[in-house]
């Protein structure tokens, strides 16, 4: 049976591991942020409807999916911490990411 308790905290992370997760939870909320305006937005009267093409919408897509990937693999890999089956992507919650949610990614180190 796998548990979805970390195998080891972050306290016992090296610097150099320490640096990896926030080099990847800093790619992954980039990747969020270059994808935000994909993902709608209220419509104000008389504005114009954003139109996005295809490849536009995808590639920001995918590139959310291989930052949260990365961000997965080196929590499994550091950590010991699978991914849970009932997560949802970031690409669902893009919100995650918000400035009003910075003091929860402040982690104990």
């Known amino acids: 049976m796998v548990s979805s308790l970390p195998a080891r905290s972050e306290s016992e992370l090296t610097p150099e591991e320490r640096a990896r997760l926030d080099e990847a939870l800093r790619r992954l909320g980039e990747a969020v942020k270059a994808y935000e305006p994909f993902v709608g937005r209220e419509l104000e009267a008389g504005a114009g ?32 911490w699978s991914r849970p089956s009932w997560a949802p992507s970031a690409t669902l919650v893009a919100d995650w990411f918000s400035d009003e949610d910075a003091i929860y990614d402040e982690a104990e180190r």
């Open 49 to 80: 409807v954003p139109i996005h093409t295809f490849a536009e919408v995808a590639d920001a897509q995918a590139a959310v999916e291989a930052a949260e990937r990365e961000l997965w693999r080196l929590r499994e890999e550091l950590l010991g």
